[in-house]
Structure formats: structure tokens, C-alpha cells
């Protein structure tokens, strides 16, 4: 064997003749009858140098020897020799006697070495080494292999007698075209792996790692290992817990290394060769692979889709392991892929440099990586080179013990998380899921190993590749992506828009976030997003080929600097093509899903999401989460975070979950916004003003809400405001970024040129127009406007925690308990209604309970004169009773401070300080006046001192209040109590038509509140100056006024005057109900002047001149005149006369 350079030529013989004679190929009886001749005849000596006697055991092979030299030199049977009679007769038919080559392979290929006697086994391969010394066998495969030999260079040139020339066609096996010479050298081949020994020049340069790694001893008096070809098994075994860097692994030497590579490699096409693994898995092939015929490795792949099924024995299981180890070192250990991938290796530069051991070329890694690369450039690789990629990409996938990377690397994360899950890919997945954090931390190097084996197996192309992945996510797929071809790249995209939907099931999403997770922070192991932006990449982002990286522009970073380019304006240049930014649009939806997804947001806010948001486990909360504390963020989380924010508002489709939830809305009121958006952020404001919809649900209402609280943060957040007023705020409100600070800061500057008379509005006049959209989409809900909810956060709590957030809800409850707040909120609620009042528009409440009527009467007012559009149409029949009441509450605001009814401030400008400045001195900034300016201008009203236009207005207030009492704060302030008492019935009635006055006026002797009974006082003293304010006089007697006063002005008490003058006419007749309301008043004013007595002479002549005595007490008066001049002129001075002299004094 010292001899021996290569693969010994009649061994390789010798197996042919043995399966030949068993199963006879068809066209070759000849050769196999000049084979079974030629072994029969061959010359049996013993060799010397390979058997050294010693101990019991070399004692039998003595005797084996002696026999070998007694035997006869032609026509010697193996059956015999008295050592494998017993054997012979026990396991083999009596047919195959005579045939020694049927004999060997009947001993040989038994399932347990131990069923045949140590002597025979040692004669057996004494003779099978005898036969490799026999020239004769060579002459048969110049004979069969004629032409092979001609057409393979090296082969041609070996010299011929020593064996080297089956050497050779055995290492060029994948070469031979010629039927017969492929299927002799092939079953040739068997022999040589049923004994290391027997292997050419293996045993001199694995001898030292043999006997270190305890693999048996080289010499047969130790251990005759035979049949299993258990010593080559255990040196693989070692080659790999070297590679995986165990603890106690050996260092093979590279020339074992090669060697055992070799025998790996050679033993490729058929798994009879492999004999450890043909002993170890001869029952599972015979389970699962029954059907399938020998050779070009397809038992090897039968089985190992096998290896995972229950079935499987775990010897065998362990076997295949160990074989597909040594195929992810080599790939030329797995005969299929080497050949199908054969050209395709050499035209796109994969081959591997075949001097060095275990090359890095060589590995399945390198192999997978380059041809990937070639598919993803668009170059054309086979499709059976394809399959066969597909097929060593998904075993990498389904066993993470193939590759050594995962286990050096990962493995306390297997022993702490994962141990127990090696099936089916679902240790992979663990190991996924501890890198995303779901599990505790994960070393950087094992995060880094998983990272490139998902390169390696590229999943992202095929979801299939990921078993664990396919079997969780198989009925989804059925139901949610079955218009999509399977093995389809989309199929993934699909299964991410259906995250966290109906359809989706538990273990698919928990398999899809864990692959993702690596797919996202590698932009290339997205095949549609690499076929669509590799050029856009290259030119923009420097790129390099697809398993190529670059230190100054990492994988994760590609993205980045994509979706930077993504939305550039025109103007900006470098932007992306259309197809790439449609799929950098995709990602980004996706990676909305889970901050996760997002590589950048991950690393930047690791320590913010651990600080703020560590209970925050449900879907999307995450990101929710930081941009609700995005003041408190770290600064480089902040501007992640804001400007994921500011993509979202530009595009808010990006926010999958948000659109999931509002899909009634959308489809009901949005389909078209939504199928025309193109970054315009139009369905963002859509939502907004449909948000109170019944289609509305809450999930959605919450959502849109939160992102408009988000947007209050940052002006640049609201991508239409943004877009709008950027120059504006650049201009007119720099350094300022909260959104409410920049509307506050640009309606300042709208309403400032606007009471200045500007030429030129210095705002925009489209940032105008949005700025109108912004402030009425604040009004909805005080959380938009955060000054007003801090200071009122408390007052919230206390009078309106059960009132919902949202259509201004909670701002109505505040107003409606204004009395009870506290101050600063007080402050701040009247500011709002200050407001409000001047620009109705943001009057939300008003603007939705009223919103038809607007439409039905106030087509054609402007905003600001809308309430009081509303207000002249209010008691019409087509009035909607839900916005009348709303007008009667805002009417009810306005009469509490005459600051809050800017048209009566307006009018009675110089009134209000002439005749009611008592009030103001009195009067602190910030509080409300409580209606007392209104009523000092009603009494003054009374006296007819008012300017015109003020008269006017509050002639307005009067016929108001006179209708429904809580118009008239004063009287709601003093007679709340009385009217409880004295007129229930009255203030309960759902229509207010001035009952309620009148039940007082009528029981004014009953009243016993003297701030009540002044009020009440006030009240008559205000209809003596306008029939207008006694609503129920001014019915009782409206045909009257018609026909007795229909040339007679209203106002200044004139058609009262001219109703008591014909009631006290006897030539006129009044209505009944208008006579009797008509003494009624004389009677109150009577009452009223005996308790409330002329306070100047205004009073006094009001009093006299709606007395029903007037023409008496006037006649008394001229008569009291006429008599006092009469004296005097006929009695002459009662003064002395002084004399002009004294005067001249």
C-alpha cells in the first residue's frame, strides 16, 4: 500500500464484476464475463506490508494468510475456505456460491460487521487487496473505456501496468459520456470506500489523525474495520467539530483534510460508496426512498427530504447530517449540485481553487452566494442548477447545524433558548427570534452568523426555502395569497400585508416577523426591491455586486439612503425611478408594521424603547410610543423617530395597521382619495373630517387621533401644512417648530394685517387656506391644543371624565361648567370662546350640529357672520331642533360678556365706557362680567340714551332674553330659585317662548328675592320702552298694533304709548285677550312704580308718560304751571325792585 498512489485499478474492478453478476446491464455480458474470469484467475499471495501478526487477533490473520497461499492459482472459491464457510452459509444464498464477487457483496453489505467472523473478514480484504495488484483488470477498462480514454487528456497519458489509468477515469467519472464506461468505473468505485485501507494513499496521510482521534488502528490485530467504513466516518466527524471549533476537536492536517474530502466527493453519485451511512440508513432507504434508483446522488437527496420525518432512524439521521456537513464545506461532495452547476460555476467565475484543502470557493456558502448574485444581476443560470440551489438553500434553512458559523457562534443562545428545536428549521427561528430581542440579547457575532446564512439560503427569493416558514404559513397562503404563483417573491409581501388581519395565524406571524427581521437589514435579500433600485443603488448610494459589501456603505444603510432619494422634489434632482420608489414605498409599509423592521429606528432608540416603552408589547404601540414621548427621546432617536413621523404624514398608507382598521371609513369616504394618492396627504385629512362617521370605528377614531397629537409636535409632521406654509414659517415664525406655536404665530400675523387694512397679507394665500384647515381640525379635540389641556387637565378629571375625547366634546362640557372651573382654566376656555365668537368656523360643535342648516339658510354669509345668520333664523319651522338648541347655547355665552358678542361690542363701542364704566372699574382682566355691561345697556336702553346702533343691538338682546329666560344671565343668576318655586312648569317646557317671564311678572307680590323681584322690576321697566320685549303682550295684541299703530315706529316705548291711549278710548274697540294683557301691564307698572320709586327724572318722566293717568297727571301738571303764572302776573313781584343805582354799584 506504501506503493500505492492512487485508487488501487482491479479493486475498482472488482465491485463492478460483483453488482454486474448480480444485475447484468444490458449489452454488457462480455465485459462481465471477462471481469468474473479475470477475478477468478487472479493471482491470490498475500501482501506483506499490510498486516503486521500480533496478539489472538494477528494469529488469525496468520492463518488467513497461509490459506490465501494454499489456495489454487485458477478457479479458487471464496465459499471454500473453511474461515466464511459458516458465515457463507448463514447469510448468503447458495447461488451466489460459486461467483466469488457475489459472495463479497453479499458479506460485505450485511447490516452488522458483527455477523461475520473476524477471520473471514480479514480474508476478505486480503483479497480484495490481492486483486489490486492484477495487471489484467486494467486491460478490461482500456477495453470498455476505448473512447473515453481518447477524448480525457490526463487519462491518455497515464502510464498503463500501475494502476494509475482507473485512477484517473475514476477521478474524471463526471466527464465520462459513454454509457458503459461510466456505469463500470462507477460500480467499480464501491469497493475501494468499503475500506479506508483500500483507498490510495489515504492511510499514509491520515495515519497520526486516526490514531489521535481514536478512529481505529491502522493495523488489523487492533481492529479489522471492515464493512462499515466506520474509521472514515469518525475522521469526517472530526473534520467537523473542528470546523465548528468544539471543545477537545483535533486539527486534521490539510492533507487528511483533502483526502477525506476526496472520498467524500468520489462517493457523491451513489450511497452505496458512502458505506457508514449505506449501513447506517439501508432501512430508511428501503422506508422512504424505495423507488428511487442509485446513482448521480438521487438516494442521497431522497433522503435527506427525509431526514426530518418521524420515521427516520436517528443513526441514519445523524449519518445524513454528517454527509451534509461535509457538502456546506464542499459542494463537490454532493454529486447532483456539482453537475448541474458545472458550467454555470465556470461561466460566472465560482470555481474553486482546487490546490488549497477545503477552499473557500469550495464551500456551499461561496457556491450559493456567487450564483445568487449572478441570478439577482439577471444573468441566466440554469434552471437545474437553480433546483438544486433551492434544494441545499432550504436544507441550510431547515438544520442550522450545517452551518459551523451558527454553531461556533450561537451557541450559548441554543443552549439558553433553543436546545431541543433542531427540526424542521425551528432551531433557526429561535435563534431569529432571540436576535430580534423577543428572548433576551443575542451575542453580536451569532447575530452576525445568522445574518449571513440568510444571504446564503436567500429565503427572501422563495418562501419555501424556509420550511418552518411554509408549514406555519401555509393556510394563510392558501386563503390570502392564492392568486399568487407559488415560490413567487410577492408571496412574502403578501403574507406582511395580511399581518395582524383576520387571516393571518399566530405561528406564520411569529415565523414572517423573524425572517424579516434579517431581510430588512439587508436590502438585497429583497429580490423585487434589488431587481428594482440595483441601478438607482448603484448610481445614488455607490452599490457593489450583490455579494459584495462595502465598509463605507454597509447593507442596513442602502435603504437609508434610498428612501432619502425617495422623496426628493424635482427641483432637489438625484431622486429615484418610479419602480423604485414604488417598492422603497413598500418597504417602508412593511417595516411601519414592527419598529423591529426598521434596522435604523432599532439601533438609534434601543435605549429609549427599554426607558419608555418597555410595556408597550402590542403591535405598532412601539412606534406609537416613542413619537408620544418624542420631546423626551435621546437626539438621535428623536430625529429617526420624527422624520419616520414626517414620511408617515406624507404618505399614511405607510401606517398598515391604521389603514387596516379604517378601511370602512376609507372605502365609504375616502376610495377615491385612496386610489389617487400619490404623497399628497390627502387621505390623512379625509380621516380627520370624517372621523365621527358611524362607519367611524374605535380602533380607527383612535388611531387618527393619535396621529393628529403627533402632529401638534412638529409643523413639519403635517405634510399638507408643511408643504403649504414652509416659506411662511421660514419667514414669519423662524426657530418655532411646535405645529400649534407655528398656527398661533401665522393666525397672528393673518389677523394683524387684517385690522391693520393691510395692502398685502403677508401669509400666503394658500398657506391661509390651510391654515383654516389646521385650525378648525384643532378645535375638534382640546388634546390638540395642548395649552388648553394642561390647564384644564384637572377640571377634565373632575367634572368630565366620563365624556369622550373627540368632537369637542369634552371643550362643550367645560363651557357648559364654567362656573366651576378652576381659574386658569377659566381663563383659557374664555379665550376660546372669544374666539370662537369672532370666527365661528371654529366652532366645531356648532359647525357639526348645525352643519345642514348652515347649508340650508347660510349658503351666502360669510364665516364670521354665520351665528348670526344662524341666530335671525332660529325660530323658523325648518329649523333642526338639535342646532336651534346649539344656537340657544351660544346665544346664552354671548349675553354673559358683551366680549363675546362681537357685533354688540362693535356697535356700542363709545356706550359701554360712557355708561357702564362703573362695571369695568370694578371688573378684573380675566374675569367674565356675567352679563352686568348687557344689563346696564338695557336699562340705559329703557331710558332711550343709547347711540342708534348700539339701540339697536340691544333691542336685539331684548327680544331675545324676552323669550327664553336663560338668555338673560342676571335673571338666571338672582331668580334660579324663585323660578324652581314659582315656575316649574313653565322653565321645564322644552320650547322657551317667554313663559317664564311672564309666570314672574304675573307672581311679582310672591317673589321674595329682592336681587329676583329687581329683575323682574328691570324686565317691566324694558317692555314700557318696546312692545318688542313683552313677547306676550306683543302677541295677545299684534292685530291691534296693526290696525290701531301701524303707522307708529317700534321702539322708544311709541307703540305702547299708542296702545294705552286707544285703551283708554273709549271709541276703540281692542281685542279682548290684548285689552286684558293691557291692564294687566298698568297694574304690574303700578305695583312696580310703588316699589321701585323714579331714581332721577328720566324715571319720573317714563313713569308719567306710560301711566294709564298720563293725560291727568299732565293736565294737573299745566294747570299747576298756568295757575303759578297767573299769580304772578296779576300779584305782581314778591321781591323788593332794586334800583339801577345799586346795581351800578
Known amino acids: 500500500m506504501a506503493d500505492c498512489l492512487r485508487v488501487p485499478l482491479l479493486l475498482l474492478l472488482w465491485i463492478f464484476c460483483i453488482l454486474s453478476s448480480l444485475h447484468p446491464i444490458r449489452g454488457q455480458n462480455n465485459v462481465i464475463a471477462k471481469l468474473a474470469v479475470n477475478a477468478d484467475n487472479a493471482p491470490n499471495h498475500p501482501v506483506g506490508n499490510p498486516v503486521i501478526p500480533g496478539g489472538a487477533a ?75 495488484t492484477d495487471p489484467k483488470f486494467e486491460s478490461v477498462a482500456v477495453e470498455v473505456c476505448k473512447t473515453t480514454i481518447s477524448e480525457i487528456k490526463e487519462c491518455a497519458a497515464e502510464e498503463l501496468g500501475k494502476g494509475y489509468l482507473v485512477s484517473c477515469l475514476v477521478d474524471h467519472r463526471a466527464n465520462i459520456s459513454d454509457y458503459q464506461c461510466n456505469q463500470y468505473i462507477t460500480k467499480m468505485t464501491t469497493i475501494v470506500f468499503s475500506d479506508y485501507r483500500l483507498i490510495c494513499g489515504f492511510m499514509d496521510k491520515c495515519r497520526e489523525d486516526i490514531n489521535t482521534l481514536r478512529c481505529g488502528s491502522i493495523s488489523t490485530g487492533e481492529k479489522d474495520v471492515h464493512s462499515q467504513g466506520e474509521v472514515i466516518a469518525c475522521l469526517e466527524k472530526g473534520l467537523v467539530r473542528e470546523a465548528e471549533e ?58 435527506f427530504n427525509h431526514k426530518f420525518e418521524d420515521a427516520m432512524t436517528e443513526r441514519c439521521r445523524e449519518a445524513l447530517t454528517t454527509r451534509q456537513k461535509l457538502i456546506a464545506q464542499d459542494y463537490k461532495v454532493s454529486y447532483s449540485l456539482a453537475k448541474a452547476c458545472k458550467s454555470d460555476l465556470r461561466k460566472y ?188 443603488a448603484a448610481r445614488l448610494c455607490h452599490t457593489h455586486g450583490w455579494n459584495e459589501t462595502s465598509e463605507m456603505m454597509p447593507p442596513g444603510a442602502i435603504f437609508s439612503c434610498l428612501y432619502r432619494h425617495a422623496y426628493r422634489s424635482v427641483e432637489q434632482g438625484r431622486r429615484l425611478s418610479r419602480d423604485c420608489k414604488v417598492e422603497v414605498q413598500r418597504i417602508l409599509h412593511q417595516r411601519a408594521l414592527d419598529v423591529k423592521l426598521d434596522p435604523e429606528l432599532q439601533r438609534r432608540c434601543m435605549t429609549d424603547l427599554g426607558k419608555w416603552c418597555s410595556e408597550k408589547t402590542e403591535a405598532g404601540q412601539e412606534l406609537e410610543c416613542l413619537q408620544d414621548h418624542l420631546e423626551d427621546l435621546v437626539s438621535d432617536c428623536r430625529d429617526v423617530v420624527g422624520n419616520l413621523t414626517e414620511l408617515e404624514s406624507e404618505d399614511i398608507q405607510m401606517e398598515a395597521l391604521l389603514m387596516q382598521a379604517c378601511e370602512p371609513v376609507v372605502q365609504t369616504y375616502c376610495h377615491e382619495v385612496a386610489d389617487n394618492q400619490i404623497n399628497s396627504g390627502d387621505l390623512m385629512e379625509c380621516l380627520v373630517q370624517n372621523k365621527h362617521q358611524k362607519e367611524m370605528n374605535e380602533k380607527c377614531s383612535v388611531g387618527v387621533t393619535h396621529f393628529q397629537l403627533i402632529q401638534i409636535k412638529d409643523f413639519r409632521f403635517s405634510y399638507k401644512f408643511k408643504t403649504a406654509c414652509k416659506e411662511d414659517v421660514l419667514k414669519l415664525c423662524p426657530n418655532i417648530k411646535k405645529k400649534v406655536d407655528v398656527v398661533i404665530c401665522l393666525s397672528t400675523t393673518v389677523r394683524n394685517d387684517t385690522l391693520q387694512d393691510a395692502k398685502e397679507q403677508r401669509v400666503s394665500i394658500k398657506c391661509r387656506k390651510q391654515l383654516r384647515v389646521e385650525e378648525v381640525e384643532m378645535s375638534e379635540d382640546i388634546r390638540l391644543e395642548p395649552e388648553l389641556y394642561d390647564s384644564c387637565k384637572q377640571d377634565i378629571n373632575r367634572l368630565c371624565q366620563n365624556v369622550a375625547f373627540g368632537n369637542a366634546q369634552v371643550i362643550e362640557c367645560l363651557k357648559e361648567n364654567k362656573r366651576q372651573l378652576t381659574q386658569r382654566c377659566h381663563q383659557r376656555i374664555f379665550k376660546l370662546q372669544e374666539v370662537e365668537m369672532v370666527d365661528p368656523e371654529l366652532d366645531y360643535q356648532l359647525m357639526r350640529v348645525c352643519k345642514h342648516m348652515i347649508r340650508r339658510f347660510c349658503s351666502e354669509s360669510e364665516g364670521k357672520n354665520v351665528l348670526q345668520c344662524l341666530k335671525q333664523n332660529k325660530n323658523s319651522e325648518l329649523m333642526d331642533p338639535k342646532c336651534k338648541q346649539m344656537i340657544t347655547k351660544r346665544q346664552i355665552t354671548q349675553n354673559t360678556d358683551y366680549r363675546l358678542n362681537p357685533v354688540l361690542r362693535k356697535a356700542c363701542k363709545a356706550d359701554i365706557p360712557k355708561f357702564c364704566q362703573p362695571i369695568l372699574n370694578k371688573a378684573t382682566a380675566d374675569s367674565e362680567l356675567e352679563g352686568q355691561v348687557i344689563a346696564c345697556l338695557k336699562l340705559k336702553y329703557a331710558d332711550q340714551r343709547l347711540s342708534p346702533d348700539c339701540e339697536a343691538q340691544i333691542q336685539v338682546v331684548l327680544q331675545e332674553s324676552a ?124 305695583y312696580a312704580a310703588k316699589v321701585a320709586p323714579a331714581e332721577g327724572f328720566s324715571d319720573l318722566a317714563m313713569q308719567v308718560m306710560t301711566s294709564p293717568s298720563k293725560n291727568y297727571i299732565l293736565t294737573v301738571i299745566g294747570a299747576g304751571v298756568a295757575l303759578l303764572f297767573m299769580v304772578g302776573l296779576l300779584c305782581g313781584r314778591f321781591t323788593k325792585r332794586v334800583t339801577q343805582e345799586l346795581k351800578d354799584r
Not at 96 to 111: F, G, H, T, Y
Not at 419 to 445: A, E, F, Q, Y
Not at 1010 to 1017: A, M, P
Open 246 to 303: 468544539q471543545l477537545g476537536a483535533h486539527p486534521i492536517k490539510d492533507e487528511c483534510k483533502k483526502s477525506i474530502m476526496r472520498v467524500a466527493e468520489l462517493s457523491s453519485d451513489d450511497f452505496h460508496l458512502d458505506r457508514y451511512l449505506y449501513f447506517s440508513c439501508r432501512e430508511d432507504r428501503e422506508r422512504f426512498c424505495e423507488k428511487t434508483l442509485a446513482g448521480e446522488g438521487r438516494v442521497y437527496k431522497c433522503l
Open 963 to 1086: 323669550l327664553d329666560y336663560r338668555l338673560d344671565p342676571q335673571l338666571q343668576i338672582h331668580c334660579t330659585q324663585e323660578i324652581s318655586r314659582l315656575c316649574p312648569e313653565e322653565a321645564a317646557a322644552q320650547e322657551q317662548t317667554g313663559q317664564v317671564e311672564e309666570c314672574l311678572k304675573v307672581n311679582l307680590l310672591k317673589v321674595k328675592q329682592e336681587g329676583c323681584k329687581k329683575e323682574v322690576l328691570n324686565m317691566l321697566k324694558e317692555s314700557k320702552a318696546d312692545i318688542f320685549v313683552d313677547p306676550v303682550l306683543h302677541t295677545a295684541c299684534a292685530l291691534d298694533i296693526k290696525h290701531q299703530c301701524a303707522a307708529i315706529p317700534p321702539g322708544r316705548g311709541r307703540q305702547m304709548s299708542c296702545l294705552m291711549e286707544a285703551l283708554q278710548d273709549k271709541r276703540v274697540r281692542l281685542q279682548p285677550e290684548c285689552k286684558k294683557r293691557l291692564q294687566d301691564r298698568i297694574d304690574m307698572w303700578s
Open 349 to 536: 467565475h465560482c470555481s474553486a481553487d482546487s490546490n488549497m484543502p477545503r477552499a473557500r470557493e469550495a464551500r456551499l456558502s461561496y457556491l450559493l452566494l456567487c450564483l445568487e448574485s449572478a441570478v439577482h444581476r439577471g444573468r441566466v443560470v440554469s434552471g437545474e442548477c437553480q433546483g438544486e440551489m433551492m434544494d441545499y438553500r432550504r436544507m441550510l434553512m431547515e438544520d442550522f447545524s450545517l452551518s459551523p458559523e451558527i454553531v461556533l457562534q450561537c451557541r450559548s443562545e441554543i443552549e439558553g433558548h433553543c436546545s431541543g428545536l433542531h427540526r424542521k428549521g425551528r432551531t433557526l427561528h429561535c435563534l431569529m427570534r432571540v436576535g430580534r430581542g423577543d428572548m433576551g440579547s443575542i451575542d453580536p457575532n451569532c447575530q452576525r452568523a445568522l445574518q449571513t446564512l440568510i444571504q446564503e439560503a436567500d429565503p427572501g427569493a422563495d418562501y419555501r426555502i424556509d420550511r418552518a416558514l411554509n408549514e406555519a404559513c401555509d393556510s394563510v397562503i392558501q386563503t390570502a395569497c392564492k392568486h399568487i404563483r407559488s415560490g413567487d417573491p410577492m408571496i412574502l409581501s403578501c403574507l406582511m400585508e395580511h399581518l395582524y388581519t383576520e387571516k393571518m395565524v399566530e405561528d406564520c406571524e411569529h415565523r414572517l416577523l423573524e425572517l424579516q427581521y434579517f431581510i430588512a437589514r439587508d436590502w438585497k435579500l429583497d429580490p423585487i426591491l434589488y431587481k428594482k433600485c440595483q441601478g438607482d
Open 58 to 132: 494477528a494469529e488469525g490473520s496468520l492463518v488467513a494468510g497461509a490459506s490465501l497461499q494454499r489456495r489454487r492459482s485458477t478457479g479458487w472459491k471464496l465459499s471454500e475456505e473453511a474461515v466464511c464457510r459458516d458465515d457463507l452459509s448463514r447469510l448468503c444464498p447458495k447461488h451466489s456460491w460459486s461467483n466469488n464477487l457475489a459472495v463479497l457483496e453479499c458479506l460485505q453489505d450485511r447490516k452488522e460487521e458483527t455477523e461475520i467472523a473476524a477471520e473471514c473478514n480479514h480474508l476478505l480484504w486480503n483479497y480484495k487487496l490481492n486483486l489490486t
